[in-house]
């Protein structure tokens, strides 16, 4: 799946692997380091794609999807398999704006929340904001954990992103895994950010490391992808 030249996921055709994730997902992707160390109970996923993060799901598992375009859905329901073989059947599907779409949720919360839709070269900011990250918090346990995918050719956020979660008193970790293993995986960067009580220093042994940044965090009064740009 592509829109102009990025990648957005992909699905082997063969039946015995057709719920093997690839691309930015798979089984050894950073995505898989959080799973494996959250261990969540629901996960909400912004940015449906393929919807390869559905193979995150199992039976005491449950994941929602946010995406603002419907025919990315009808995409990922005809063209590829994932929402409807992988987990225990088919994954609610939220159509709208992320962000307003899980403020309206009023009595559910995450045990992690995963911002995939930054890959393209239209960064929707408004899901970078410390006022958006504030919206995720309403709705994150705990000892949740709010991810971001964040590979990207043009822009690097990690910077931004970082500052605006220290702000409200979030701690960070960040990869980049550029050395896929499988030829059907992708390289991927990653932040994670969590309240202090959440021990994201354990991902220290997965090569996980904190960001530290001067940038300007980034609010819904001011953001700057200028400053982000990658030269």
């Known amino acids: 799946m592509q829109h102009g030249t990025t990648l957005h996921g992909a699905q082997i055709l063969d039946k015995e692997y057709e719920t093997v994730p690839t691309t930015y997902y798979t089984r050894e992707s950073p995505l898989n380091d959080i799973v494996a160390f959250l261990r969540p109970k629901t996960i909400g996923a912004v940015g449906l794609g393929t919807g390869a993060i559905n193979c995150s799901a199992t039976p005491d598992r449950k994941v929602t999807f946010f995406e603002i375009d419907p025919d990315v859905l009808k995409i990922a329901q005809n063209q590829f398999t994932y929402l409807s073989k992988c987990g225990t059947g088919m994954p609610e599907v939220i159509i709208g704006d992320a962000r307003l779409e899980i403020q309206r949720l009023k009595d559910t919360k995450f045990d992690l929340i995963i911002l995939d839709a930054f890959s393209s070269d239209s960064i929707p900011t408004h899901l970078l904001t410390k006022e958006a990250m504030e919206v995720y918090l309403d709705h994150l346990m705990p000892d949740g954990i709010i991810l971001f995918h964040i590979s990207n050719r043009y822009f690097r956020l990690d910077g931004p992103i970082a500052a605006s979660g220290a702000l409200l008193g979030l701690k960070n970790m960040h990869i980049t895994r550029t050395v896929p293993k499988q030829g059907y995986a992708t390289g991927s960067k990653w932040i994670a950010l969590a309240r202090p009580d959440v021990k994201l220093q354990l991902l220290l042994y997965s090569q ?24």
């Open 208 to 231: 996980w490391r904190p960001v530290k940044t001067e940038k300007k965090p980034w609010t819904d009064d001011y953001t700057n992808l200028l400053e982000a740009l990658r030269f």
